[in-house]
């Protein structure tokens, strides 16, 4: 099929222009193309492969364009990146990869744009465009990613074990879309995140942070956060939350199972604010209830001072996952503290459901 239409932006003719004149093939590759087939709107961010040199291709599309762009030379990663219009086209040379089993970088080499889809994580993502001159527009789709597309399934090209194994962050990846677009994993991809979930460790915990929050933007976080839970990844991530789940019973009574609460109280919130602040407070504000956790004969189970120690664990969770210690944080740590006051914040709030105007007791904010 041709997709002449997508590729409408002037920056496409220019890259097209570039990479004839340099004797290369170049492609549009990943989110850009996965985003126009699910008419999510403009995207800002364009990858390109280059079958050739990649750096010098950017270099050549920069030397192209009228206000002639910086390019962004990454040598590390054999990479290059331009801003033009808004837009970022970041540019590499196709490859293939091979890895090592304790680390997620690989060892690269230059390969054909086969070699270059074969790599990519997910079938959704290994969609290509043609930029050249006689087949502009054409798809190259060699793992039916767009019939994925279509059957809404997150599906890895090639074996989901080694997928995952060699990169584990991919687990995460996959987790995050299926949060974000709505998808399924699929069947042998979700058996084989569990079967790896312990590779995780080897992935540095801020790009662990970047999806954590992917997942806390979507428009309903519990799935991604029940996705890391029944996978197993939680408990490497995250043990704070998964020390919530589950319902002890002693005499009869019995108290709720946080970790579901918690995940309610998440998606309530985040039907009504988008700021990922409030979602990190709605995510963390019972997880001072596990150590606190007593059971009295008298009154049944408790969690006595559960906001303080909670807001005692919100510094040490952020300092682990190496997030920002700063105004973010301690704003986290106020509202997990304050979680269970029943208060007024501000003179334009009501108490109608007994609760502060960021209540993360039942996840609404009452206006």
């Not at 997928?163 to 962050?169: G, V």
């Not at 108290?255 to 990190?280: A, C, G, M, P, Q």
């Amino acid at each position: 099929m041709n997709y002449k239409e997508a590729l409408q932006h002037t920056i496409f003719k220019i890259i097209s222009k570039s990479a004839k004149e340099l004797g290369v093939d170049a492609y549009v590759i990943g989110g850009f193309v996965r985003d126009y087939l699910l008419k999510r709107g403009d995207a800002k961010d364009i990858d390109v492969v280059a079958i050739g040199n990649g750096i010098a291709l950017a270099k050549q599309v920069a030397n192209n364009l009228p206000n002639k762009p910086k390019v962004q030379v990454f040598k590390t990663y054999g990479t290059a990146m331009l801003r033009y219009d808004d837009i970022e086209i970041e540019f590499v040379g196709a490859r293939k990869e091979s890895y090592n089993e304790n680390s997620r970088n690989p060892v690269v080499e230059n390969g054909s744009l086969q070699d270059d889809q074969n790599r990519r994580d997910f079938s959704i993502n290994a969609l290509a465009l043609d930029l050249s001159e006689a087949h502009y527009g054409e798809l190259l789709d060699p793992f039916n990613g767009v019939q994925d597309l279509k059957n809404k399934i997150i599906r890895t090209p090639l074996d989901p074990n080694i997928t995952y194994s060699d990169d584990p962050l991919r687990m995460m990846r996959a987790i995050r879309f299926a949060t974000q677009l709505g998808f399924t994993i699929e069947k042998a991809s979700l058996e084989a995140i569990a079967q790896n979930n312990h590779r995780i460790k080897i992935i540095t915990n801020e790009r662990i942070v970047v999806e954590l929050n992917k997942i806390l933007e979507s428009n309903i976080p519990s799935v991604g956060f029940l996705l890391l839970e029944n996978t197993g990844l939680l408990q490497y991530i995250l043990p704070e939350l998964t020390a919530l789940k589950g319902i002890d019973e002693v005499e009869g009574q019995k108290h709720k199972d946080n970790f579901y609460h918690t995940l309610e109280v998440v998606d309530n919130i985040s039907k009504h604010t988008d700021d990922v602040r409030l979602r990190w407070a709605a995510l963390l504000h019972d997880i001072g209830k596990a150590p606190t956790k007593k059971f009295s004969k008298k009154v049944g189970w408790t969690f006595h001072a559960h906001e303080f120690e909670g807001s005692k664990m919100v510094y040490h969770l952020f300092k682990r996952l190496k997030m920002p210690l700063n105004e973010k944080m301690k704003f986290v740590q106020k509202l997990v503290f304050m979680s269970s006051r029943p208060i007024v914040l501000g003179s334009r709030y009501c108490y109608r459901f007994g609760c502060s105007p960021f209540s993360l007791r039942c996840g609404r904010i009452c206006g």
